[in-house]
C-alpha cells in the first residue's frame, strides 16, 4: 500500500521567512495530494491540494509543487506570520480508489 | 450547516474494557472515515463507510471495528482495550469519499485514554 513520509518532523522560522515542508509517496498511481493544517487543540483542516496532472499551485501565501517522477511533493508558505504556526499533515491517494493516506506531521512554529 | 459532530469528547478506559464512539457527519455527506492520531504516528486510517457500507480498512487489528447507519451517522467499536489504544480518534465525512478529491471535513474528535 502508499506510504508517505513526512520532513522535516519539525520547523522553526522567524516570523516573515519562507517555510517548507516535503513530502514523500511510494504509489507511483497515487494522482490526489491534499495538504491539512491542525492548530493546536482544533480539528485538521484542508488548506491546499494538488492533482498530478499539474505541478504547482498557489493559493495566496502557499504553494504546492508536484514532482512526479521523483514522486514527492512539497508545500511552501512564504511571509510566515504567527497563526501560520500549527501541525500541517501531507497526504496522497489514488483519486476515487483508495483511501488518503497522511504522512506524520510537521509541526511549524513560526516566531515573532 | 452543521458540522461534524463526534461523542464523547473524552473518555477514561482501563484495560480489558470497549469503547464505542459516536459521529454524526455533515448532512448529506454519505462518507464517513475515522483516523486514530497518536503524536508519534500522526493520522493513521481505520476505515470507511459509504452508504452503511465498509469501502476500506486500514491496518488495524480487528479489535477495531465500525458500522453506518441509514442516516449516515457512524460509531465505531474498540474491544478489549490496550493501552496503545490511548489516542484521539477523529472522524472525517464528505460528500464523496476519502481518497477522492473532496475535503474532508473533521470532527473535534474523541480522546481516549486507557489506563
Known amino acids: 500500500g502508499e506510504n508517505v513520509e513526512q520532513h522535516p518532523s519539525t520547523l522553526s522560522v522567524q516570523e516573515g521567512d519562507s517555510a517548507v515542508i516535503k513530502c514523500t509517496y511510494s504509489d507511483s498511481a497515487s494522482n490526489y495530494f491534499p495538504w491539512y493544517k491542525q492548530e493546536l487543540g482544533k480539528r485538521p483542516q484542508l488548506i491546499i491540494d494538488i492533482r498530478s496532472n499539474v505541478g504547482e499551485k498557489k493559493d495566496q501565501r502557499i504553494a504546492v509543487t508536484l514532482n512526479k517522477t521523483a514522486k514527492h511533493f512539497s508545500l511552501h508558505i512564504t511571509e510566515t506570520q504567527p497563526e501560520d504556526s500549527a501541525v500541517y499533515f501531507c497526504?496522497?491517494?489514488?483519486?476515487?480508489?483508495?483511501?488518503?493516506?497522511f504522512g506524520k506531521g510537521t509541526r511549524l512554529s513560526v516566531i515573532a | 450547516k452543521a458540522g461534524v459532530t463526534q461523542t464523547p469528547r473524552y473518555l477514561i478506559k482501563t484495560r480489558g474494557q470497549q469503547v464505542t464512539l459516536s459521529c454524526s457527519p455533515i448532512?448529506?455527506?454519505?462518507?464517513v472515515s475515522w483516523y486514530q492520531q497518536t503524536p508519534g504516528q500522526g493520522l493513521q486510517f481505520l476505515f470507511e463507510?459509504?452508504?452503511?457500507?465498509?469501502?476500506n480498512k486500514g491496518n488495524f487489528p480487528g479489535r477495531f471495528s465500525g458500522r453506518q447507519f441509514s442516516n449516515s451517522r457512524s460509531e465505531m467499536n474498540v474491544s478489549t482495550l490496550e493501552l496503545g489504544d490511548s489516542a484521539l480518534y477523529l472522524c472525517a465525512s464528505s460528500a464523496s469519499g476519502t481518497g477522492t478529491s473532496g475535503e474532508l471535513f473533521f470532527g473535534e474528535g474523541s480522546r481516549l485514554t486507557v489506563l
Open positions: 448532512s448529506g455527506h454519505r462518507s
Open positions: 463507510y459509504f452508504s452503511e457500507t465498509q469501502r
Open positions: 497526504a496522497a491517494s489514488i483519486e476515487g480508489n483508495t483511501p488518503l493516506v
